[in-house]
Every structure is written in structure tokens, then in C-alpha cells.
């Protein structure tokens, strides 16, 4: 009686256990939350947990678990729930990836994953048992790779969120098989080719965002006259030419504002929102704004608004967001910026900004996004930011900044995007290193020195390193094998040196590996030929010697990823000395002869 009254999911876990187990994944370090899921001998005590529901028999059919960051991952164990029908996890900073158990969730409608920082490719496969899901949002993550085709099997899907990730390629065709949709985001990804017409075929859609990031060629379809229910359409800054095809009729979305901000808009003294982007904008920004002193978001991107940002608005006491991009802003930033203690997200890139980075932009230690790219700054960058566990992204390339980079930087909590390309910092690279979620450490094209350090290694969830074009030297460190989420790595045009480390195939991952340019010495390892992953290898101008391996992977590199090392030998070179033993490594070409002549036997018995 007890085993029947006491709920089960598989496998002998009952549902309470599953989520224990869930809440000591999802609990990363530093985190909180969950206080009220602990251990019960009640067969219901879990569906009194916070944001559980349960049916009559007590399993668990939704969790809402949003709003808390909690840092940890997903545990396969998830995937026992297999009466969920609504699982909604939002920005609670989760990372990791997706896990396929996920594909037992066969009741679920809603999944809800958005605005956290996971990786990898979407796992397509955990779609083909969700015949019922109606929603899949997974807006603003770092998923990479290919869009999923195995959504087009979904029939009830009407909302479709993918919006703000990396994914790349282009749109499969077969999501022209979802007739149910009715909202359609893939905005702010890598995607490429032309916009796909056949979504035209999507007769219930009334929302489309394809914009931002994107880098579509050609214009929009005449086919998207087709869509008669849209409302929505977002196609903002992704690449587009042409004209707008009769067949959309009068745009509803596209807006060409001109002229100056109005002054008057500061007598709404109550705004707490300004949005006038995408527009094409003229003048100043009006010194009456002074008088909005509730507003916490003022988002003026892409129009042609020049002047100097007013001091006034690093006193404005509510404000939160400051997105100023792509326009013609001169001057410095107030000074004063980030001392009301709220600011969170700071985007005035693509301008002509000068001056040095204001000291207290994360004051009160909320500043999440700090993007900054492409302007004049100047100096160093304070040691402040190094202790803003607030930060998830810094984008600061393209500018004229120097001095060191601040050593707490590698060692956020939360950052996962750090972009300091193309400035003059100097000195060397910290030895400490242990930022958990840093994902992509971009800082080519600087004055850095000194060696890379082993602590490398300690950042396990890096998918990019670029730090080509500096004046690093010693050897690559053998950690780097320990950074297995690894996906491309630029060590190009260094003094590097030493031998091209042995573990690098642990690198599962790896698709682009470029130490060009450099002082490597020594073999090419051979066990590259088994790293099936790797598209990209660029190993030219060093002093790398013996013979190339010719095997696996090595098939697919031409000898230009080669050339620039005078004793390194070709696959096809006779002449090569002896490779690590008295016997050597025979030509590469004898092993084709033979395959070749295998093959022709083969074709000959035959006949």
C-alpha cells in the first residue's frame, strides 16, 4: 500500500526524489533558492513545493521554477517526469547543456527555457515524442549549431522562440510544415541565406522577428503577402535589400520617424519606458529629459541623433537600461553613469564616443551587459569591474583602451562573453582563473605578453578562445585539453613555442585550431587524424618538422595549413626522414596506390 500511495515517475524514483535530485544539480555554487524542497515520507509533501503542481495521483504535472538565479544545470533525471505537461525554467541562470532524457517528456506543452545560458546545439531528438507542445521558448541562451528540423513534426506548436542565441545556417524549409504557428522568432542569431520564402505558407503566423544579427542576403518575399494574420514583423538590421513588396501592403511595422525628439515628451513625468528606436532620428538628445526622473529605460538605437549624451543622465535616479547604438553620439559618458545603484544594461556601441569608462557603473551591483564596442575610448578599465559578479557580457572591442586587464574579470561568476579585440591592453594574462560560465574570451589583436597561464584549464565552459595577434610566448599549456567545451581556438601570430600539446584531440568539439605564425617545434600529433570534429586546422609558419599525418581528419586540410614549415614534409613528399623511429612513417601516396589497386582488382574480378 505504501509503495502504490507513494507516487513513482520510471526506474523505482518517485517524483519527490527526482526533484531532489534536480534541486542538487540547479543549485550552483554561491546560489540560494529552492529552500522548501527538502525530504518528505508524505506521498504529496513535493506538490507542495514551490512552483509544483501535481495531478490527483500526485505526480507532478507542471514546474515553474523563474526569477531565481540558481547557477547549476539540468540533471537527466529530469526526463522521469513523464507527466509534466508544463515546465517553464526562466531566467534562473541555468547553464550546460540540454539533456536528451528531456525526449520522455511526452506530455508536455509548455517549454520554457528562456533567457539562461545554455549551450550547445539544441538537442533536436528530445522533439520527436513532444506531439503535444504548443510553446518552445528558448530565447537568449548560447545554443550554436543548426536550427532543429525535428520541429517540423510538431502540429500543435503555435509558439516558436529561438530568438537570441548562435545558431547558424540557414532556416529548414520543413518549418514551413508547422501550420499551428503563430509566433516565429529567430531574431539575433548567425543565420544566413536568403529569407525563406516558403514561410509564407504559414497562414495563422502573426508574429515574425527575423532581425538583428542575422546576415540574410536579398530582400523579403513577395510570398509574405501571403500572411494575412501577421501583425509583427520585425526584419530590422539583417542585411536586407530591395524594396518592400506590394503584396505586404501598408507596413505596420516599419517606422521612418524624422525630425528632432520631441522636448515636450518630458512633460510625461510618469514614463518609465522610452523606445524610439529603429528610426531615422535627427538632433540632440533634449536637456528637458532631465525631468523624467521615474524613466528606467531610454532605448534610442539605429537613428542619426548626434551631440554629446547629457551629464544628466547619469542622474536620472530609476534608470535601468541605456541602449544608444549606432548613431552619431560624440563626447564622453556622464561621469556620473551608474551611481543611482540600477543600472543593468549599458549598450552605446557604434558611435563616436571618446574619454575614459566611468569608475561606478556597477555601483549597486546589478550592470549585466556592458557593450561598449567600437567607439574612441580611452585608459585603462577599472579594477571595479573585476568584482561586478553582476556581469554577464562585456563587449569593449574596437576602442583605444590600455593598461591591464582587470584580473577579476576571469573570475566572474556569472560572465560568459568577454570581447576586448582590437585595443592596446598590455601586461600579462592573470594566473588565476575560475569564471565557471565564461564561454567566449575574445582578446586578439593587443599587447598582451607573458605566457598563457595552466589556469586556462580552469575555465571548463569555454567554447571560444581568441588570443591571436598579441606577444604571448612559452608553450601552450597542456590544461587547455581540460576546456572540453572548446570549440575554436586562435593562438595565430604569437612567439609561441614548444610542441603543439599531445591532449589536444580531449578537445571532442574542437571545429578551428589556428597556431600560425608562431615558433612551434616538434611533430603534429597524429591523434589530431581521430578529432572528427575539427573542420579548420591552420598549423602554417613555424618550425614544425617530420611528416604530416595522412590519416582521418588530415584528409580533409590542403597543404596551405602547412606551407611555412621548411622541415615539415607533405603526405606526398618520398624524401621525408624518419618520423620518432628507425623504420619511419611510409608515404602517404604508397597507402593510396594500394587502395587504388585494390579497388581496380575489385572492379576487374567483377567484370
Known amino acids: 500500500m505504501i509503495l502504490l500511495l507513494f507516487c513513482t515517475s520510471t526506474k523505482g524514483y518517485s517524483d519527490l526524489e527526482v526533484l531532489l535530485k534536480l534541486k542538487s544539480s540547479m543549485i550552483g555554487p554561491k546560489a540560494s533558492g529552492l529552500d522548501d524542497w527538502e525530504f518528505s515520507s508524505s506521498p504529496s509533501a513535493h506538490c507542495h513545493f514551490s512552483g509544483v503542481k501535481c495531478d490527483e495521483d500526485h505526480r507532478v504535472v507542471a514546474l515553474n521554477v523563474s526569477f531565481t538565479p540558481l547557477y547549476g544545470t539540468i540533471s537527466p533525471e529530469i526526463g522521469l517526469l513523464n507527466k509534466l505537461v508544463n515546465l517553464t525554467i526562466s531566467k534562473v541562470e541555468l547553464t550546460g547543456n540540454i539533456p536528451t532524457d528531456m525526449r520522455n517528456l511526452t506530455s508536455l506543452k509548455t517549454f520554457n527555457i528562456s533567457?539562461?545560458?545554455?549551450?550547445?546545439?539544441?538537442?533536436?531528438?528530445?522533439?520527436?515524442?513532444?506531439?503535444?507542445?504548443?510553446?518552445?521558448?528558448?530565447?537568449?541562451?548560447?545554443?550554436?549549431?543548426?536550427?532543429?528540423?525535428?520541429?517540423?513534426?510538431?502540429?500543435?506548436?503555435?509558439?516558436?522562440?529561438?530568438?537570441?542565441?548562435?545558431?547558424?545556417?540557414?532556416?529548414?524549409?520543413?518549418?514551413?510544415?508547422?501550420?499551428?504557428?503563430?509566433?516565429?522568432?529567430?531574431?539575433?542569431?548567425?543565420?544566413?541565406?536568403?529569407?525563406?520564402?516558403?514561410?509564407?505558407?504559414?497562414?495563422?503566423?502573426?508574429?515574425?522577428?527575423?532581425?538583428?544579427?542575422?546576415?540574410?542576403?536579398?530582400?523579403?518575399?513577395?510570398?509574405?503577402?501571403?500572411?494575412?494574420?501577421?501583425?509583427?514583423?520585425?526584419?530590422?538590421?539583417?542585411?536586407?535589400?530591395?524594396?518592400?513588396?506590394?503584396?505586404?501592403?501598408?507596413?505596420?511595422?516599419?517606422?521612418?520617424?524624422?525630425?528632432?525628439?520631441?522636448?515636450?515628451?518630458?512633460?510625461?513625468?510618469?514614463?518609465?519606458?522610452?523606445?524610439?528606436?529603429?528610426?531615422?532620428?535627427?538632433?540632440?538628445?533634449?536637456?528637458?529629459?532631465?525631468?523624467?526622473?521615474?524613466?528606467?529605460?531610454?532605448?534610442?538605437?539605429?537613428?542619426?541623433?548626434?551631440?554629446?549624451?547629457?551629464?544628466?543622465?547619469?542622474?536620472?535616479?530609476?534608470?535601468?537600461?541605456?541602449?544608444?547604438?549606432?548613431?552619431?553620439?560624440?563626447?564622453?559618458?556622464?561621469?556620473?553613469?551608474?551611481?543611482?545603484?540600477?543600472?543593468?544594461?549599458?549598450?552605446?556601441?557604434?558611435?563616436?564616443?571618446?574619454?575614459?569608462?566611468?569608475?561606478?557603473?556597477?555601483?549597486?551591483?546589478?550592470?549585466?551587459?556592458?557593450?561598449l564596442m567600437d567607439n574612441f575610448f580611452f585608459g585603462p578599465l577599472s579594477e571595479k569591474l573585476g568584482n561586478c559578479n553582476s556581469l554577464t557580457k562585456i563587449r569593449i572591442k574596437k576602442n583605444n583602451l590600455n593598461?591591464?586587464?582587470?584580473?577579476?574579470?576571469?573570475?566572474?561568476?556569472?560572465?560568459?562573453?568577454?570581447?576586448?579585440?582590437?585595443?592596446?591592453?598590455?601586461?600579462?594574462?592573470?594566473?588565476?582563473?575560475?569564471?565557471?560560465?565564461?564561454?567566449?574570451?575574445?582578446?586578439?589583436?593587443?599587447?598582451?605578453?607573458?605566457?598563457?597561464?595552466?589556469?586556462?584549464?580552469?575555465?571548463?565552459?569555454?567554447?571560444?578562445?581568441?588570443?591571436?595577434?598579441?606577444?604571448?610566448?612559452?608553450?601552450?599549456?597542456?590544461?587547455?585539453?581540460?576546456?572540453?567545451?572548446?570549440?575554436?581556438?586562435?593562438?595565430?601570430?604569437?612567439?609561441?613555442?614548444?610542441?603543439?600539446?599531445?591532449?589536444?584531440?580531449k578537445l571532442e568539439h574542437l571545429s578551428n585550431l589556428n597556431v600560425s605564425r608562431n615558433r612551434l617545434t616538434g611533430e603534429i600529433p597524429a591523434e589530431i587524424e581521430n578529432m572528427t570534429s575539427l573542420a579548420t586546422l591552420d598549423v602554417s609558419d613555424n618550425n614544425l618538422i617530420g611528416r604530416v599525418p595522412c590519416a582521418g581528419q588530415f584528409l580533409f586540410f590542403d597543404d596551405s595549413s602547412f606551407s611555412g614549415n621548411p622541415n615539415l614534409c607533405t603526405p606526398n613528399d618520398s624524401h621525408c626522414p624518419a618520423r620518432g623511429s628507425s623504420h619511419g612513417h611510409a608515404p602517404c601516396f604508397a597507402a593510396s596506390k594500394l587502395i587504388i589497386t585494390t579497388i581496380m582488382l575489385i572492379i576487374l574480378e567483377g567484370n
Open 403 to 505: 593598461g591591464t586587464i582587470p584580473a577579476g574579470i576571469f573570475n566572474l561568476p556569472s560572465l560568459s562573453f568577454v570581447e576586448l579585440d582590437d585595443n592596446f591592453f598590455a601586461g600579462e594574462l592573470p594566473q588565476r582563473m575560475s569564471g565557471d560560465s565564461l564561454e567566449m574570451l575574445k582578446i586578439s589583436n593587443n599587447l598582451i605578453s607573458g605566457e598563457i597561464p595552466p589556469a586556462i584549464g580552469n575555465l571548463r565552459s569555454l567554447q571560444v578562445l581568441e588570443l591571436a595577434r598579441n606577444k604571448l610566448s612559452g608553450e601552450i599549456p597542456p590544461s587547455i585539453s581540460r576546456c572540453t567545451s572548446l570549440t575554436s581556438i586562435d593562438f595565430s601570430q604569437n612567439s609561441l613555442s614548444g610542441e603543439i600539446p599531445k591532449g589536444i584531440n
Open 115 to 371: 533567457n539562461n545560458y545554455f549551450r550547445g546545439s539544441f538537442p533536436g531528438e528530445i522533439l520527436t515524442g513532444m506531439t503535444q507542445l504548443e510553446i518552445l521558448d528558448a530565447y537568449n541562451n548560447n545554443f550554436t549549431g543548426l536550427l532543429p528540423v525535428e520541429l517540423a513534426n510538431l502540429k500543435h506548436l503555435n509558439h516558436l522562440s529561438f530568438g537570441g542565441n548562435y545558431f547558424t545556417g540557414e532556416v529548414p524549409d520543413k518549418y514551413s510544415d508547422i501550420q499551428s504557428l503563430e509566433f516565429l522568432g529567430l531574431n539575433a542569431n548567425d543565420l544566413t541565406g536568403k529569407i525563406p520564402a516558403f514561410l509564407g505558407r504559414l497562414k495563422n503566423l502573426k508574429s515574425l522577428f527575423l532581425g538583428y544579427s542575422n546576415a540574410f542576403h536579398g530582400g523579403i518575399p513577395p510570398e509574405f503577402g501571403s500572411l494575412t494574420q501577421l501583425k509583427s514583423l520585425d526584419m530590422a538590421s539583417c542585411n536586407l535589400t530591395g524594396e518592400v513588396p506590394e503584396s505586404l501592403g501598408k507596413p505596420r511595422v516599419w517606422n521612418s520617424l524624422t525630425g528632432r525628439i520631441p522636448s515636450q515628451l518630458a512633460g510625461l513625468t510618469s514614463l518609465k519606458d522610452l523606445d524610439l528606436s529603429l528610426n531615422e532620428l535627427t538632433g540632440e538628445i533634449p536637456e528637458s529629459f532631465s525631468a523624467l526622473q521615474n524613466i528606467s529605460m531610454i532605448i534610442l538605437f539605429k537613428n542619426k541623433l548626434h551631440g554629446s549624451i547629457p551629464s544628466y543622465v547619469g542622474d536620472l535616479p530609476q534608470l535601468a537600461v541605456l541602449k544608444l547604438w549606432e548613431n552619431n553620439f560624440t563626447g564622453e559618458l556622464p561621469e556620473n553613469l551608474g551611481r543611482n545603484g540600477k543600472l543593468c544594461n549599458l549598450d552605446v556601441s557604434s558611435n563616436y564616443l571618446t574619454g575614459s569608462i566611468p569608475l561606478d557603473l556597477c555601483k549597486g551591483g546589478t550592470l549585466q551587459e556592458l557593450i
